[in-house]
């Protein structure tokens, strides 16, 4: 069984997502077993000023982004992602979808990057966003990337 940590840092996210670190947990499971990879996340669902301190320090950006994937580097540790409630749920608005949905889409995204998927390059990108749509099946949700060109 794999460590699943969820730390809600946001209490807007109960208001945003029902029941928000059940559908993460169920999200990194989904994920993980994908991936066919093992090993401890923590998912901290945060507001958009903690994520972008992180984007800045981490990254250089002085500005929130919606998911953001920090690998551990040690033995049985995947690593953490944080995630910015404002910038999801602007952007569920914007793509007109549901909020969990896009939430469960994200955490996904960023354990697959903890398991070692990318998107730099376009082979890459293409073998990341099939292994989303498989996980949001797992999970009962719509394909992020339908309709999407």
């Known amino acids: 069984?794999?460590?699943?940590?969820?730390?809600?840092?946001?209490?807007?996210?109960?208001?945003a997502v029902k029941r928000p670190e059940a559908?993460?947990?169920?999200?990194?499971?989904?994920?993980l077993r994908e991936a066919g990879a093992a090993g401890a996340i923590t998912v901290l669902l945060a507001d958009d000023a903690?994520?972008?301190r992180l984007n800045g320090t981490h990254r250089s950006k002085a500005k929130p982004t919606n998911v953001l994937s920090f690998p551990a580097g040690a033995p049985g540790q995947l690593g953490d992602v944080?995630?910015?409630?404002?910038?999801?749920?602007?952007?569920?608005?914007?793509?007109?979808?549901?909020?969990?949905?896009?939430?469960?889409?994200?955490?996904a995204h960023g354990a697959l990057h903890l398991a070692?998927?990318?998107h730099i390059e376009a082979g890459e990108a293409r073998?990341?966003?099939?292994?989303?749509?498989?996980?949001m099946r797992r999970l009962g949700l719509p394909n992020p990337w339908r309709g999407v060109s």
Not at 1 to 15: E, H, Q, Y
Not at 23 to 31: D, K, M, S, W
């Open 82 to 107: 944080a995630l910015a409630l404002g910038v999801v749920r602007r952007e569920a608005r914007e793509a007109g979808r549901n909020a969990a949905a896009h939430l469960a889409h994200l955490v």
């Open 1 to 15: 069984m794999d460590d699943i940590s969820v730390i809600l840092a946001a209490p807007g996210w109960r208001a």
């Open 127 to 135: 073998r990341m966003e099939r292994a989303e749509a498989r996980v």
């Open 23 to 31: 559908l993460a947990r169920r999200a990194v499971r989904a994920a």
């Open 116 to 118: 070692g998927h990318d």
């Open 50 to 52: 903690s994520v972008k």
